[in-house]
C-alpha cells in the first residue's frame, strides 16, 4: 500500500530512538540533519552514537514510558521483537508517531529514504517493501539535483516574500515568480538583482 508523503518541522523537537546499533544510528545522522533533540536509549550505544550526542541525550538500560513521554516521534531500532512490538503499542495508545524497524505493519509512519540539500528535501519510500530500492532511487534523485537549486530555493523564497509586499495583483506575482525560475533554469544559475529587476520591469510593462 503506498503511503502519504507529509513533511513536518521537527527542529528541536523530541525525537527518540530505541536502539543503539548501526541501524539506530543511520537515523540519528538523519534526524541530526534537520535540527531535531534526538535522544537514544539502549542498553548498547555504539561509539559512532556517542560521538554525535551529548551524554544528557543518550542513555544506556532499558527504555522507560517516561523516556517515550514527550516525544515528536519514535524509532523502535532494537534487536528485540517484544520490546519494539511494546514500544508501537504505547505510542499508538498515546499518539506518538512510531516507526518499528523490524514490523512495517506496526508503523505508524515510514521513516523514507532522504535526499537533503539545503531546504529541498525529497523523501522516497516503497511501503516499507524494499529499503534497497528506496536506497537506489534516492542516489538516482541526489545526482539528478543541481547544487544551485539550494541558492535557488532561497533566491525564489526571498522573491516571494518580496512580491508579496509590494505587488497587490496575483497574476504579476505569479509571472514574476515564474519568469525568474525560467530563466534560472534556462541559465542554470540564480540570477542577478539586475536580471530579476529587469523581469519585474517586463512585466510590469
Known sequence: MACFPIFIDIKQKKCLIVGGGKVALRKVETLLRYEAAVYVVAEEICREIGEKLPPAQRRHGHVTEEDITGSCLVIAATSCRDTNHWIAGFCKKHHIPVNVIDAPEECTFIFPAVVQKGDISVG????GKSPILSQTIRKAIEKEIPDYYVEL????????????EYYHIEKDRRDILK???????????TLSREEINEIIRQVKQ
Open 124 to 127: 522516497i519510500n516503497t511501503g
Open 179 to 189: 519568469r525568474v525560475a525560467a530563466e534560472a533554469f534556462a541559465q542554470e544559475r
Open 153 to 164: 530555493a532561497e533566491q525564489l523564497g526571498s522573491l516571494r516574500d518580496y512580491v508579496k
